[in-house]
């Protein structure tokens, strides 16, 4: 789509891409290209012989993700802990969301701080759990249809290790917070720093929504959401810490829309499934067609901004302080630690087996916009190793 689309769109819209945006489009149409270069594979002993062309490894592009995310989950599994873990969402209203369309890096950041300050705020406080807990969050900015809508998903344990660091404080089997209260400090934490970042002079408005410069404007265009309840929602917990896994394999890597959801790319536009959340069962699954130009324009809204982290990590799971902090729950609930994987004296020159035979592959690789010539010589790389 990007292949065939994407030089009329940029034409169509030049002045208006950023840069992130171009090199996004660039990437994806360029990936497992000749473009990027490859390598071309043959068995030495019955001849079969393949191309793989290099993946981009941008991160908005939907092939390049899975391998990204099996990488990071690999990582993670040796974090999980055996308690019960729960999945909760922090979504920002309307209102706010039009200004993080604006301000994307600065709306962004603060939705993960504010959402994260509440969660651990909240669960320290021993009216409710009164431990510090560990929190795995994911941004999200997109919908189901590929509308602008920012949210996070966190993953928690349910549970923590107590102030004096003496014992597990194991949350109750299906409830770990209040909703409602996480919702009220959530929206006073974000509000008062949104606000501080407006007084800053750090938040840019343009077009219909330039008149929002001014703090009187700024103000009234806030005071709908000051009184509305702001959505946290947690839903059941996890049947496991393979579930949690599943999970995260769906969540963590995700871009804004998979291959696996488009149905056809055709003259009348894209067509592709999505969910409508307003219903239930058989008729949440929904089918749309938008324009070409619709679809891309909406895929790009959720290009991230340059080295902006939409994956991190809080209390228990942050920074240097993580594996101590892992291996210290662990000791309160009595549990060992997985046993280390050893990759040290794994081959460094590790090759592919042939797929027919299991035979050796022997692999040539060839430079960025060159295309193969052909399979490698196997009789010549037979003579290289033949004593």
Not at 93 to 100: K, N, Q
Not at 142 to 170: F, Y
Not at 193 to 210: I, K
Not at 313 to 328: D, F, V
């Amino acid at each position: 789509m990007f292949r065939v689309a994407g030089p009329a769109y940029r034409t169509a819209h030049a002045g208006h891409l950023s840069l992130a945006q171009l090199k996004v489009m660039s990437a994806i149409e360029h990936c497992r290209t000749a473009a990027l270069g490859g390598h071309v594979e043959a068995c030495a002993d019955c001849g079969h012989w393949r191309i793989a062309y290099n993946s981009c490894r941008n991160r908005h592009c939907p092939k390049c993700q899975g391998a990204a995310g099996r990488t990071w989950l690999a990582e993670r599994e040796a974090d999980l802990l055996p308690v019960r873990y729960f999945h909760v969402v922090f979504t920002l209203p309307a209102e706010v969301a039009d200004i993080a369309f604006q301000n994307k890096a600065t709306i962004y950041d603060l939705l993960l701080r504010a959402a994260s300050e509440t969660m651990l705020t909240i669960a320290a406080d021993p009216k409710h759990l009164g431990a510090r807990i560990g929190i795995t969050a994911v941004l999200h900015s997109w919908g189901s249809a590929l509308t602008h809508h920012p949210h996070v998903h966190m993953i928690v344990p349910g549970g923590g290790i107590a102030p004096d660091g003496k014992r597990w404080i194991s949350s109750r089997p299906a409830f770990l917070l209040p909703v409602r209260v996480l919702g009220k400090l959530f929206r006073r934490l974000f509000l008062a720093r949104l606000l501080a970042l407006h007084d800053g002079g750090r938040l840019a408005f343009f077009g219909s929504m330039a008149h929002l410069a001014d703090s009187r404007a700024f103000l009234r265009h806030l005071s709908p959401i000051r009184k509305k309840r702001w959505m946290v929602y947690a839903k059941a917990p996890f049947a496991g810490p393979e579930a949690v896994l599943a999970y995260l394999s769906r969540y963590t890597h995700r871009v804004a829309i998979s291959n696996s959801r488009l149905i056809a790319f055709d003259e009348s536009g894209v067509t592709f499934r999505y969910k409508d959340y307003r219903r239930d069962g058989a008729d949440r699954q929904q089918v749309m067609t938008l324009a070409t130009d619709e679809f891309i324009r909406r895929f790009l809204l959720h290009v991230l901004p340059h080295g902006f982290h939409r994956i991190r990590h809080y209390g228990l799971l942050a920074g240097s302080a993580r594996k101590a902090s892992i291996a210290r729950a662990r000791e309160l609930l009595d549990v060992a630690a997985p046993p280390e994987t050893d990759t040290s004296e794994e081959s460094a020159d590790f090759r592919p087996s042939c797929p027919c035979c299991g035979g050796r592959m022997i692999v040539e690789t060839f430079e960025r916009w060159r295309q193969p010539r052909g399979p490698p010589n196997t009789t010549a790389a037979n003579r290289e190793t033949t004593p």
